[in-house]
T-cell receptor, first 114, second 116 residues
Framework: DQQVKQNSPSLSVQEGRISILNCDYT??????FLWYKKYPAEGPTFLISISSIKDKNEDGRFTVFLNKSAKHLSLHIVPSQPGDSAVYFCAASQGGTSYGKLTFGQGTILTVHP | SAVISQKPSRDICQRGTSLTIQCQVD?????MFWYRQQPGQSLTLIAT?????????ESGFVIDKFPISRPNLTFSTLTVSNMSPEDSSIYLC?????????????FGPGTRLLVL
């Protein structure tokens, strides 16, 4: 039972354009969501998070949008840079924090072309 | 952010043997976790490493196969016992530490395990 899904295995974007990565979830108990970036041979690096009491959170070039009614979140990267090329995972947790168990999506490989 | 190190970074092991993976955090943390990422798959939580008590395992994972220790607030070990090729994965530890501004879960670099 895949409770967090990233339906696009890969995404290719031109440098300077917007990258939009999508994530859907099925468990209505999830109330805290995170995005991680992972380079080969490294552990996931935290990017940005959002609580279910918000519908948007920004941090520099990264913005996460949450649509609770659709059980959908997205990560926008503007402008995209070649160094953003990595695997992006969305993750979800219950209890309003990231202190507990995280359930991850399958990941989306983002490639940003110069 | 928390700095998390893991040892070994990678290993090749024979079927039937056991491997212990160490996870060290640079400062005291509230919670530590162990995840597995099988080839081409997402990260799956194995267990929560509880300080001073037995780990809490997720469905599908058992203590006999994946014994875990957490003797203090900065260190934990995961043992993969009686290994088979199906145990070939990346094993990652994570730790949670919060701040007034932001709380998040940080990950170590992972241990790449290949079982022959």
């Amino acid at each position: 039972d895949q409770q967090v899904k990233q339906n696009s295995p890969s995404l290719s974007v031109q440098e300077g354009r917007i990258s939009i990565l999508n994530c859907d979830y099925t468990n209505s108990m999830f109330d805290y969501f995170l995005w991680y970036k992972k380079y080969p041979a490294e552990g996931p690096t935290f990017l940005i998070s959002i609580s279910s009491i918000k519908d948007k959170n920004e941090d520099g070039r990264f913005t996460v949008f949450l649509n609770k009614s659709a059980k959908h979140l997205s990560l926008h990267i503007v402008p995209s840079q070649p160094g953003d090329s990595a695997v992006y995972f969305c993750a979800a947790s219950q209890g309003g924090t990231s202190y507990g168990k995280l359930t991850f999506g399958q990941g989306t490989i983002l490639t940003v072309h110069p | 952010s928390a700095v998390i190190s893991q040892k070994p970074s990678r290993d090749i092991c024979q079927r039937g043997t056991s491997l212990t993976i160490q996870c060290q955090v640079d400062s005291q943390v509230t919670m530590m976790f162990w995840y597995r990422q099988q080839p081409g798959q997402s990260l799956t939580l194995i267990a929560t490493a509880n300080q001073g008590s037995e780990a809490t395992y997720e469905s599908g994972f058992v203590i006999d196969k994946f014994p875990i220790s957490r003797p203090n607030l900065t260190f934990s070990t995961l043992t993969v016992s009686n290994m088979s090729p199906e145990d070939s994965s990346i094993y990652l530890c994570s730790a949670t530490r919060g701040s007034a501004k932001q709380e998040t879960q940080y990950f170590g670099p992972g241990t790449r395990l290949l079982v022959l």
